[in-house]
């Protein structure tokens, strides 16, 4: 049986234009993204990683290409129906966790709950989906009492409030230890095949390829190999 694809980009070109500079930031990628695959990116810092993501994941437009995510073409919406896109089946988690730091976990994750109009039990819910990432005892904490492992296994959680159908996390681990690293990978992992998601993560560690179902190289914008 042929796996369904998740995500597909068609020859995705993005040129950034700062005055008279232009960056070509990526030239020219095409790939596919598998329900449920657990996918690595990496490359060089500058190599358009993020830039990929952010394309992906309906945070950029690129300046020529198509991307079609979910049975949409997001390359065609207008700013506001890719927002509503991206709340409804993109997750994202980031290096730097993104928490708002006046909110205790399980507010953090209830918010993401919240937005998608499912209010109803959505604190329950919360503490359910921290529960899972490990932090049942430490739902009331707020982030600046939560280790940076923790505080990354929240966004993971938050990431997964809204069941979307992919995840995109960029550099999830560089902020932690290697050990929590390896640790918080895992658990995404792990999450995100029983939570039947995509992931497209970004990382410099060469000891989480280990965990990957595959590896993108990419180099200079364009995709290696
Ligand atoms: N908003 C931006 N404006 C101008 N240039 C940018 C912008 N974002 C990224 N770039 C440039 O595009 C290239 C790719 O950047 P990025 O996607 O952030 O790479 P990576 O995440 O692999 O470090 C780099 O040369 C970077 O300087
Ligand atoms: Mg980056």
């Not at 909110?103 to 209010?119: F, I, S």
């Not at 000891?207 to 190289?217: F, G, K, N, S």
Request: aromatic share 4%.
């Amino acid at each position: 049986m042929r796996v369904p694809v998740v995500v597909a980009a068609r020859d995705v070109r993005m040129t950034y234009q700062i005055g008279s500079t232009r960056v070509e930031a990526l030239r020219g990628i095409s790939l596919d993204v598998s329900a449920g695959e657990f996918l690595l990116l990496m490359g060089p810092s500058g190599s358009g990683k993020t830039t990929l993501l952010s394309i992906l994941g309906g945070i950029l437009t690129p300046t020529s290409g198509a991307v079609v995510a979910c049975g949409t073409e997001l390359t065609r919406l207008r700013r506001g129906a890719l927002a509503r896109f991206r709340l409804l089946n993109i997750g994202f988690v980031f290096q730097g966790f993104n928490l708002f730091s006046a909110l205790t976990a399980a507010e953090n994750v209830q918010l993401a709950l919240g937005l998608k109009g499912d209010k109803v039990d959505a604190r329950d819910k919360a503490c359910e989906l921290l529960e899972e990432v490990g932090l049942g005892e430490k739902c009331e904490r707020l982030p600046a009492d939560l280790s940076a492992g923790e505080k990354q296994r929240v966004a993971i959680a938050r990431a997964l409030a809204g069941q979307p159908r992919l995840i995109m996390a960029d550099e999830p681990t560089a902020s932690l230890d290697s050990d929590n690293g390896k640790h918080v990978t895992m658990m995404m992992r792990r999450l995100a095949k029983s939570h039947g998601c995509s992931v497209l993560t970004v990382t410099h560690d060469p000891r989480i390829m280990e965990v990957a179902d595959r590896v993108l190289h990419i180099e200079d914008g364009a995709l290696r190999g």
